[in-house]
């Protein structure tokens, strides 16, 4: 079974800057894709960006490019979400999610990952 573990998360003044890791473990991830979601209180778990484990190939939701700046490791097995420029609207808690790859786009849209991480809270507030 694949784990997904986030770590990074935390409190941060608008403008700020965090970065979020996600390790995984127990599968190849070489067919995978491996997305960043988040959901505030209240609101439904959106789709912020996904990338392709064995190509580096990248989606980003439209509130979070110029951003927002997803990577991998392709030799850890970690993904990283870099944020920047960090807004209110920003804060949630933060999952990875990890599917077999048909289009990096589909991973952030569908909403439908396998594999699940804990979560990681991000709280940007002055």
């Known amino acids: 079974q694949l784990q997904l573990v986030e770590s990074g998360g935390g409190l941060v003044q608008p403008g700020g800057s965090l970065r979020l890791s996600c390790a995984a473990s127990g599968l190849p991830l070489d067919y995978y894709g491996i997305g960043w979601f988040r959901q505030a209180p209240g609101k439904a778990r959106e789709g912020v960006s996904c990338?392709?484990?064995?190509?580096?190939?990248?989606y980003y939701a439209d509130s979070v490019k110029g951003r927002f700046t997803i990577s991998r490791d392709y030799a850890t097995n970690t993904v990283y979400l870099q944020m920047d420029n960090l807004k209110p609207e920003d804060s949630a808690v933060y999952y990875c999610?990890?599917?077999?790859?048909?289009?990096?786009?589909?991973?952030?849209?569908?909403?439908?990952?396998?594999?699940w991480g804990q979560g990681s809270e991000v709280i940007v507030s002055s």
């Open positions: 990338i392709a484990v064995k190509d580096g190939s990248t």
């Open positions: 999610g990890a599917e077999i790859l048909s289009t990096v786009r589909a991973i952030c849209v569908d909403i439908d990952a396998d594999y």
